[in-house]
């Protein structure tokens, strides 16, 4: 289903990503210069009272960000224009994260577009809510 | 100055980042999976209209996200609880990034905590604003 149809109400379908994996958080440390060693180093991490290394909160933003962008890039002239996140929960090695999102408004506006408002979360595989937020999509007429 | 006593209107230490470069749009591809070619490939670029590569939005989205957690990651029990981010321009390999924020309010809230909202942005070397949006930062009293 195409996002220029989906209903109200309606979801899209959810994407799980591979499991994260430590080999990720280093590439994604050099590629976003954040070298908190609490992503990295199991040591660093128990030292400020966390049970080993966490992920980083920007990649599962990014994951969520994806995800939207993903069901809009096929389309000419649409694009993301805004995205909320509520970090929920801290995502570990070995992690299983599934996207999900369903669409909550959609409203014409002034300027001959559509705006399409998209609640989405994204869910270990315990189904506990590690971030959850509001995606807004600017869809040509 | 520490985000523990910063005041309402006052301003974080802006942080201006090295070039973008399209080594790191490759390695952000590679990290987070997103590998729309847009971001990677001049050709590719071009045949969807666009001037040539352009950044992943997610990448100034985790600036900005980074720009505010290393105001709090010296800190013990304060944390990035939400990030809101308005995607308002284009980012191109060579350009120059600096992340800017304002302290919008200062809330205590039930909990015994103190919450921060801070206004951020993210300008190029002209001036112009590519990402804005506002964070919300959880202090322990």
Redesign the interface.
């Known amino acids: 289903m195409s996002i220029l149809d989906i209903a109200v109400g309606e979801s899209l379908p959810p994407l799980t990503?591979?499991p994260i994996s430590q080999e990720?958080l280093r590439?994604?440390a050099?590629?976003?210069?954040?070298h908190?060693p609490?992503h990295l180093d199991e040591e660093a991490a128990r030292r400020?009272?966390l049970d080993g290394v966490i992920a980083?909160?920007?990649?599962s933003?990014?994951?969520l960000?994806?995800f939207i962008?993903q069901q809009v890039?096929a389309i000419?002239d649409a694009?993301?224009?805004?995205?909320?996140?509520?970090?929920n929960g801290m995502v570990r090695p070995g992690d299983v994260l599934t996207c999900q999102g369903t669409v909550q408004e959609r409203t014409r506006t002034n300027d001959g577009r559509e705006h399409l408002s998209i609640a989405c979360r994204i869910e270990n595989q315990n189904g506990n809510a590690v971030t959850s937020g509001e995606a807004v999509v600017s869809l040509p007429q």
Chains 1, 2 share one sequence.
């Open positions: 990503r591979p990720q590439r994604y050099e590629a976003s210069g954040d908190n609490i400020v009272g980083h909160g920007m990649l933003m990014a994951f960000g994806q962008t890039s000419p694009y993301l224009t805004h995205l909320h996140v509520r970090f």
